[in-house]
């Protein structure tokens, strides 16, 4: 079975903080793909990454960061200089690789940046 | 990227009543679509997967029979919540995939009084 796990409920920075969001998954597939959304107040998900289970390079985009560790099964991710249009609902999640798999969300990490 | 529609954005029904959710692959043809369930406060719960042309497979422990889930098209799914009642006011999301893209919509936002 597959399983996401994000131990933090909610944390809450000041502003320019860095701040990092843990994601553990579980899966027997030999193949996956993990993902983080963002969701604001508004509920539409925000896509912000695919990672292919083949690829443990680390990925950076803006003040965005992700690292994939496959020896400890977790995805986490890391806001830099973190800012108040941060503050929303965050989402790891895991899928299968064929084209019919369905995507497993995690518990959710609500942020809230402080200014 | 691809657009996912859903219709309505929000809804508000009585109790008993039947209400139905329409998502719409704008820009791409989509083989199988998703329902998910969103409680407030909480994460998003696969509800059923459906495929063009053939019966949504209902995760467990969602009634098919009160979820009527119908894929018509390769555009086109539909989720009827019937006889509605207050425990199933919720965020409904549905999720389009292309190919080995998977797209959401904006969800819909049903409150039944």
């Known amino acids: ?115 | 990227g691809a657009v996912v529609s859903q219709h309505p954005s929000w809804v508000i029904c009585k109790s008993g009543t039947s209400v139905k959710i329409e998502c719409r692959s704008l820009d791409f043809q989509a083989t199988t679509m998703f329902w998910y369930r969103q409680f407030p406060k909480q994460s998003l719960m696969l509800m059923a997967t459906s495929n063009e042309g053939s019966k949504a497979t209902y995760e467990q422990g969602v009634e098919k029979d009160k979820f009527l889930i119908n894929h018509a098209s390769l555009t086109l799914s539909t989720l009827t919540v019937t006889s509605a009642h207050p425990e199933d006011s919720s965020f409904y999301i549905c999720s389009a995939r292309s190919d080995y893209e998977q797209y959401f919509g904006p969800g819909t936002r049903l409150t039944v009084t």
């Open chain 1, 1 to 115: 079975a597959q399983k996401v796990t994000q131990a933090q409920t909610e944390i809450s920075v000041v502003e320019k903080e860095d701040v990092t969001l843990d994601c553990v998954y579980e899966t027997r597939d030999t193949t996956y793909y993990l993902f983080w959304y963002k969701q604001p107040p508004s509920g539409e998900l925000v896509f912000l990454i695919r990672r292919n289970s083949f690829d443990e390079q680390n990925e950076i985009s803006g003040r965005y960061s992700w690292n994939f560790q496959k020896s400890t099964s977790s995805f986490n991710f890391t806001i830099t200089a973190s800012q108040v249009v941060d503050s929303a609902v965050y989402f790891c999640a895991l899928s299968g690789y064929s084209s019919a798999s369905k995507i497993i969300f995690g518990s959710g990490t609500r942020l809230s940046i402080r200014p």
